[in-house]
């Protein structure tokens, strides 16, 4: 994936007042609303504020999302509790990809090519998770990362690269453990 450089210091004051109201709009009618019967309710209110989104979809109501706008989820995806998804770029789960409880997914980061930091402007890259693919708890997923169809990426896992598909991966950072097989 390509890293995308924003300017340094660049945020739109569109976004600021959309950011602004989706953090309100999240705390007040959201995140209270804790039980499955208030997914729907949940699901509304990501598709009000942008989010490409399938009615059966899951999303805990104590996930975190940065920016709803950016946030496509297939059939049957779910971002577990407590996820944050941190989406300055897009996040797709496509169809029955599951993100588990404690996970962090992050688009955006800093240019580490400079010796000041200061001048170490923000990159942003998608983040995909293919078909079926799980995450599992207290992973991260970096920007510009590709999980495959029906890849699992272990418990804790740190994954900055592409996991091929139908692969487990796992470890800081995270590398191949095996290929993964379905028992009938």
């Known amino acids: 994936m390509k890293l995308q450089r924003q300017t340094p210091g660049y945020v739109s004051h569109r976004i600021k007042i959309k950011r602004a109201l989706w953090n309100i709009t999240s705390a007040i009618f959201f995140r209270p609303f ?4 208030f997914r729907p309710w949940r699901i509304a ?13 899951e ?21 577990g509790p407590d996820v944050i998804c941190y989406n300055q770029d897009f996040v797709t789960l496509e169809d029955d990809a599951v993100v588990s409880q404690y996970s962090y ?17 923000l990159v942003v890259a998608p983040i995909v998770l293919r078909k079926k693919a799980w995450v599992g708890t207290r ?5 510009g990362v590709e999980i495959g ?3 699992v990426v272990g418990a804790t ?24 097989e379905l028992k009938e």
């Open 59 to 79: 999303v805990y109501a104590s996930v975190r999302i940065w920016a709803p706008w950016n946030l496509c989820m297939g059939h049957r995806a779910c971002l």
């Open 157 to 180: 896992a740190s994954v900055y690269k592409d996991v091929e598909p139908w692969t487990v991966v796992g470890g800081n950072p995270a590398r191949f453990i095996k290929r993964r």
């Open 149 to 151: 169809e029906s890849a």
């Open 45 to 57: 209110l990501l598709k009000l504020f942008g989010a490409d989104i399938k009615w059966d979809a």
């Open 139 to 143: 992973a991260f997923i970096g920007m």
């Open 105 to 121: 997914l992050c688009t955006a980061g800093h240019d580490t090519s400079h010796m000041n930091t200061a001048d170490s402007g």
């Open 34 to 37: 804790i039980t499955k019967l």
